[in-house]
C-alpha cells in the first residue's frame, strides 16, 4: 500500500514562494508516476504538474514558468516548488501517485493521494 503525506503549505502574499512536499511510503518510489493536483473552492480539481518515474515532466499553462515538480528518489520524496504566487493559486493541493513508469496527465490515471495541504494566497 502507499501512503501519501503532502507538508509546505501555508499563507503567503501575492509574488511569494512556497515549496511543497510529499513523502511516499512505498517500497519501489522509483516505478511510480506523480503529480500535483489542486482544487480551488468551488472549482473542480485540476492536474498541476506531473512528473515519470524518469524524470519528465508535465505542467498546466497556468504555472509553466513559475512552478517546478521534483523527486528525491533517495528519500522517496516529492516536491512542488512555486513562485511568483498569485490569488488564484489559491487551493488545496494534493499529492497523488500512479503505478506506472511514464508520464500520467488523467486524474483517473492515479491509484493514490494525499490529504492535501492548503495554499493560501493573498494580495
Known amino acids: 500500500q502507499v501512503q501519501l503525506v503532502e507538508s509546505g503549505g501555508g499563507v503567503v502574499q501575492a509574488g511569494g514562494s512556497l515549496r511543497l512536499s510529499c513523502d511516499v511510503s512505498f517500497t519501489t518510489f522509483t516505478v511510480l508516476a506523480m503529480g500535483w493536483y489542486r482544487q480551488a473552492p468551488g472549482k473542480e480539481r485540476e492536474l498541476v504538474a506531473a512528473?515519470?518515474?524518469?524524470?519528465?515532466?508535465e505542467y498546466a499553462d497556468s504555472v509553466k514558468g513559475r512552478f517546478t515538480i521534483s523527486r528525491d528518489y533517495a528519500k522517496s520524496t516529492l516536491h512542488l516548488q512555486m513562485a511568483s504566487l498569485k490569488v488564484e493559486d489559491t487551493a488545496v493541493y494534493f499529492c497523488a501517485a500512479g503505478r506506472a513508469p511514464y508520464l500520467l496527465l488523467r486524474e483517473k490515471d492515479y491509484n493514490y493521494w494525499g490529504q492535501g495541504t492548503q495554499v493560501t494566497v493573498s494580495s
Open positions: 512528473i515519470s518515474s524518469g524524470g519528465s515532466t
